[in-house]
């Protein structure tokens, strides 16, 4: 293994190292395993452990200690920024080898620390790379038609034979309501069907949250907030179905997102 | 932290994904990379140890930011709420913590509605019965939260 891999004297006091992922088989013969610029433009390494790879760079605790990290979170630009490069480090290095994402802010003091998790986690680091070896995670999201594009808002009242105005009022607003209770009816049902044609495609699907339409951006509410396991193999033709249900189902505004690393697929299981 | 990053917060936050299929190369939507690295992924307790829980931006603004808390509640927006990174010795502690975090914030708005509470507590199910007792105890707690599984 590499010189790095076993010195700590690159770490003068107040830096601690970030960790982004654990991989595996990454050549750590060649100079630059990774190339993606670590957080603050520091380079990535590699602190090889039993046949494990953490990936990681130095931070500065000033920025990156329990103080500056509480202080740094509450700012959205300083976590957009941070988590940005926290995705952009570990996607360079899911491509080439199984990847299992650390969650964002996983940070030691030193390389021998690194070392420690790894010895402690290994056998479930090892399951989870398993499980996500030669695959990659795909994102579909869907969303229900526009709110008031179904109902019928402009439904003349039906004559009620003698109800006055305010029953009528009270009549549309029932049908008004129904209209929309259908509307999300049908919409969550396209969702569940969709979500069922993907999932058969995929070596493992999970359903997410559903985004806030200002979180996500899009006006329309999300229906379908998935995530797909494929293999690496089959990513192409897995694109082509999403593209395939997207176009003989343009009301749901399918959104498909990938190749992600395995975010959501990559966890330790316990045993 | 630059300058120039804190003043673009709220547009870059709205940005809208491409109409239509698309593919990774794009920057990928904000919403979608938090929801990863902030929710998913493998934990692993470091030697920094953070209880995201204990991050206003995390438990209140974003969710202000993004949707009255109502409606975030009503729409299912809560990823950051059933943080799994808890371990359920924990979730009630830190719930009621967030929760009491909101009553604060809904009053320093001027706007609090007791109903919010009700609705975020909701789902919540299991919080502790106290309400008025023993925040500093849960945020105390808390901050130990993020250990998995409290090995």
Known sequence: ?271 | MPVSETARSHPSYARPPAPGTSHAPQPANLADILERVLDKGIIIAGDIKVNLLDIELLTIKIRLLVASVDKAQEMGIDWWRNDPMLSSRDQSLAEENKQLRERVAALERGQGSPDTNGNARGNGGDRADSEDGGEEAAQHDAREAREPGGE
């Open chain 1, 1 to 271: 293994m590499s010189e790095q891999g076993t010195s700590d004297a690159g770490h003068p006091a107040g830096r601690g190292c970030y960790v982004y992922a654990v991989t595996r088989g990454l050549d750590d013969g060649g100079r630059a395993p990774v190339t993606a610029s670590g957080l603050r433009g520091e380079p990535v390494r590699l602190v090889p452990h039993a046949g494990l790879q953490a990936l990681v760079s130095d931070v500065d605790l000033a920025e990156f200690g329990e103080e500056g990290m509480r202080r740094n979170l509450e700012d959205l630009a300083w976590l957009e920024e941070v988590a940005r490069t926290h995705d952009a480090v570990v996607a360079s290095v899911a491509e080439r080898a199984p990847t299992a994402p650390l969650r964002l802010g996983t940070i030691t003091y030193d390389e021998a620390g690194v070392r420690e998790r790894l010895a402690q986690w290994h056998d479930a680091l090892v399951g989870a790379l398993d499980r996500v070896e030669g695959r990659a995670e795909w994102s579909v999201k869907a969303f229900a038609p526009q709110p008031g594009a179904t109902a019928r808002t402009d439904q003349p009242a039906p004559s009620t034979g003698g109800a006055g105005a305010g029953a009528a009022y009270l009549t549309r607003r029932r049908a008004q309501i129904q209209a929309r209770h259908d509307a999300d009816r049908v919409a969550a049902e396209l969702a569940d069907r969709l979500h069922a044609s993907l999932s058969g495609h995929s070596v493992a699907s999970r359903r997410l949250q559903p985004q806030d339409p200002r979180l996500s951006g899009h006006p329309r509410p999300m229906t379908l907030n998935a995530a797909y396991l494929v293999d690496r193999a089959a990513g192409e033709d897995f694109a082509a179905l999403a593209r395939r249900l997207a176009e003989e189902h343009p009301e749901a505004g399918l959104v498909v997102a990938g190749p992600w690393p395995p975010y959501s697929f990559a966890e330790l299981e316990e045993s």
